[in-house]
């Protein structure tokens, strides 16, 4: 007899996985379904599920390497798991069963991992702590959505049984943030940072410098960020970081697997120093304070000594400030720059950032003139971008030079969604989700090599964002997707999986108080509450 009811019990808990009722939806209520194993976003490499599930409960451990950076994944992992489990979630190097994140020899590269999922745990393995990092990000997606409460949740917490190997396809897996056109605070950008990590980006671009705004301090330049940090698009009061912050946002921003890529735009771009010191002018003199959002109207002088001390000085001190590999020195829109002297700049400017031991980062204008050796050239150009100007960056690429793809007609998270949409811009067209998603960095720039391609970063540009919450309406829901392009196997790619993976993300981002926009291009489930 008892037999016969676990028999039921085993039968009606296989039927409600199988068909993903929802714990909350008809009764029975228990137990809920577990998350089917390949319901993640970014598409894993492979995913083969079977076996038992894990169920996490008060007695769970998270076992780690005796590794400070594994402990500090395991520590992460236990913070987003404590609050809504309300169980201990013990982080320990010796015994305890559960959950297990393992360093180990393998198969992972750099980012990769492994998870194994069966009753008695869940293991991660990676070879690297950042694949531990990108797995338990992996792992959260396989629980229900209600983990990311910061309150008690009834649960109960399962785990699908199987293994997932994953590892991305590109080394490059960008967001910029524009805080010059409107500032963001340390705490809005580690907001941001949290956001990105969920779907595994690990570059954040920050947009420095533009006509609008200076923000980051300058030491032997100090009116730049005095001066030119004091206001914003609109007049707002501005801001810009010290140089604690700015670290302290390059630390937050390692500690989720992120390198901090910052970018002082020049020789275009350059109001805010130009308006900061009357020398950098050819005339001698500053030109007011701006606030609008017109661009193409301001120069450094290439022609004065003083213009390449000031880079000097700004590049020195922005790299000390650098640990990753990488200065973005802008470059796009130079159109008050002659071609000529655009050239001569470029010639000047690069040896700086190669002589502090930076690589080169500019938009693909730079490839109009001479990218040094291993500079990365950032596409930004549309579908409709004319041949001419595409063979000339497709020919950078095969002449070594890396590529990074933005497309602003795909990829740009500040164009509107519809015409609807109450933020963002739309000289690059409109941009729903399906579009945003719907196209492969692989073959996308005709006539460069695939292996010049790194990866795709989105931009999110600042003229019509200033909140968090603006952010998160624009990123959301094209950043999962962008970061799927760049993570993903182009054989996983399938709009029509992809957007039901997609909606399944949504009340992840309810219960992290993320405000998406609801495209109804994807079938969400109900909104609760
Ligand atoms: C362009 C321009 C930016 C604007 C942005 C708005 C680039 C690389 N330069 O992108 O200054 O803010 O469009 O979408």
Redesign the pocket.
């Known amino acids: 007899m008892r037999q016969h009811h676990r028999t039921l019990r085993l039968l009606g808990s296989l039927l409600l996985v199988a068909t993903g009722v929802s714990a909350t939806g008809a009764a029975p209520a228990r137990p809920a379904p577990s998350t089917p194993l390949d319901r993640v976003v970014p598409a894993p490499a492979s995913v083969a599920p079977g076996g038992s599930p894990y169920r996490i409960t008060p007695d769970t451990h998270i076992r780690v390497d005796d590794s400070g950076e594994a402990r500090r994944v395991g520590e992460y992992l236990a913070a987003v798991l404590r609050p809504s489990t309300g169980y201990r979630l013990p982080v320990t190097t010796r015994g305890g069963g559960g959950i297990r994140l393992r360093l180990a020899k393998g198969p992972f590269g750099a980012e990769g991992y492994r998870l194994d999922s069966g009753r008695k745990g869940v293991t991660l393995t990676a070879a690297e702590p950042a694949g531990l990092f990108h797995g338990v990000q992996t792992l959260r997606q396989l629980l229900p959505a209600a983990v990311e409460k910061d309150s008690v949740q009834p649960g109960p917490w399962l785990v699908a049984g199987g293994t997932i190997k994953d590892t991305p396809r590109y080394g490059w897996r960008g967001a910029m943030l ?1 805080v010059s ?1 409107h500032f963001f605070t340390v705490d809005q950008v580690k907001r941001y940072i949290d956001q990105l990590a969920l779907y595994k980006i690990n570059k954040l671009h920050l947009h420095l410098s ?1 006509d609008q705004g200076w923000r980051i301090a300058i030491d032997s330049w100090p009116r730049l960020a005095t001066y030119r940090g004091s206001t914003q698009v609109g007049g707002g009061p501005g801001g810009h970081y010290t140089k604690a912050d700015y670290q302290e946002i390059v630390r937050y921003a390692s500690s989720r697997y992120l390198e901090v890529v910052p970018e002082i ?1 020049m020789p275009g ?1 350059t109001n805010a120093a130009l308006a900061s010191y009357a020398e950098l002018n050819c005339d001698g003199v500053a030109p007011a304070l701006y606030t609008g ?1 017109e ?1 193409g109207f301001s120069s450094l002088c290439v022609g004065k000594e003083i213009t390449y001390d000031f880079v000097d000085d700004v590049i020195r001190e922005l790299a000390a400030l650098t640990p990753g590999a990488y200065l973005h020195i ?1 470059g ?2 130079a159109h008050s720059t002659s071609h000529e002297d655009y050239v001569k700049f470029m010639d000047r400017v690069q040896p700086i950032v190669a002589g502090y031991g930076k690589t080169v980062i500019g ?1 693909h204008q730079l490839t109009g003139a001479t990218p040094a050796k291993g500079a990365l050239a ?1 596409y ?1 150009g549309l579908d409709g971008t004319g041949a001419e100007e595409k063979e000339r960056v497709a020919a950078a690429a095969r002449g070594g030079t890396g590529i990074i793809l ?1 497309p ?1 007609d795909r990829i ?1 998270l ?2 509107k969604y519809t015409a609807d949409t109450p933020l963002g ?1 739309d ?2 067209g409109l941009v729903e989700v399906k579009r945003s998603y719907d196209w492969d960095p692989g073959d996308y720039l005709p006539g460069a090599p695939a292996s010049a391609v790194r990866g795709v970063e989105a ?1 999110l ?3 019509t964002i200033s909140k968090s919450a603006d952010i998160e309406y624009m990123a959301f829901p094209r950043l999962a997707g962008v970061a799927e392009l760049g993570w993903s196997p182009a054989a996983t790619h399938d709009w029509d999986a992809y957007k039901v993976r997609l909606a399944a993300q949504g009340p992840r981002w309810e219960a992290l108080g993320i405000g998406y926009y609801r495209s109804p291009q994807v079938p969400w489930p109900a909104q609760r509450g």
Do not use: I, N
């Open positions: 524009d056109r533009d735009d771009h959002t661009v802008g796009d829109e938009w950032q930004w933005s602003a740009y500040d164009m811009l000289w690059a931009p540009w600042t003229e």
